[in-house]
C-alpha cells in the first residue's frame, strides 16, 4: 500500500509538477525567442541579397507567417487617391483571388489598425466588431485568428497593414 507524504517530508517528486511549469513556459519563451531570432536573421539575409522589393516584401511576409506558424497573410498598402487598402502582397491558398483586392482603407480589422496606428491580435475574429467578413464571403476562406501591424514611414505616417 502506497503513502502519501507530508508536503515537509523529502519527497522528490511532492513539488515537481510545480517546479515543471515555470520551466516549460520558460522553454516556450526561449523557443519563441529563438524563432523571432532566426526571422530577423533571415530578414537581414534578404535585405542582404540583391532582389527587387517585391521579392524582399514576399520573404519578410513569408518569415512573418513562419514565426507566427500561420497559413496565410498578407500586405495591404494604403492608396491615397481612392482612401483604399489594397492587398499588394498575399500569401495563401487565396492568394490569386486576394491580389489586387481593396477596401474602404476605414474597414475592418485592417482599417482600424491603419487609422489608429496600433497592431491587433485577435484570438476570434468572429467575435470582433471589427472585423470585415466580406473578404472571407468573396474567397471562401475562413479566417479564424489575426495579426494585424501597422506599416508606417520612418516619419510615422502611415502606409498599409501587414496582417
Excluded at 6 to 14: A, D, I, L, R
Excluded at 95 to 109: K, M, Y
Excluded at 138 to 163: C, H, S
Amino acid at each position: 500500500m502506497a503513502s502519501e507524504r507530508h508536503p515537509s517530508s523529502p519527497n522528490p517528486g511532492y513539488f515537481g509538477d510545480r517546479r515543471r511549469a515555470p520551466r516549460r513556459q520558460q522553454d516556450r519563451r526561449l523557443l519563441q525567442r529563438e524563432r523571432e531570432l532566426e526571422a530577423a536573421r533571415l530578414i537581414c539575409q534578404a535585405l542582404s541579397q540583391h532582389i527587387n522589393v517585391d521579392e524582399l516584401v514576399e520573404n519578410a511576409l513569408r518569415i512573418a507567417l513562419e514565426v507566427v506558424d500561420a497559413d496565410a497573410g498578407s500586405v495591404l498598402l494604403a492608396d491615397d487617391k481612392t482612401q483604399q487598402l489594397v492587398f499588394r502582397y498575399v500569401i495563401g491558398e487565396k492568394a490569386e483571388q486576394l491580389r489586387g483586392t481593396a477596401i474602404p482603407w476605414d474597414l475592418g480589422v485592417a482599417g482600424a489598425v491603419f487609422k489608429s496606428g496600433e497592431p491587433a491580435i485577435i484570438g476570434n475574429v468572429a467575435r470582433d466588431t471589427r472585423h470585415f467578413s466580406g473578404i472571407d464571403d468573396t474567397t471562401g476562406y475562413k479566417t479564424m485568428d489575426m495579426i494585424a501591424i501597422p506599416l508606417k514611414r520612418w516619419e510615422g505616417q502611415p502606409i498599409g497593414v501587414l496582417e
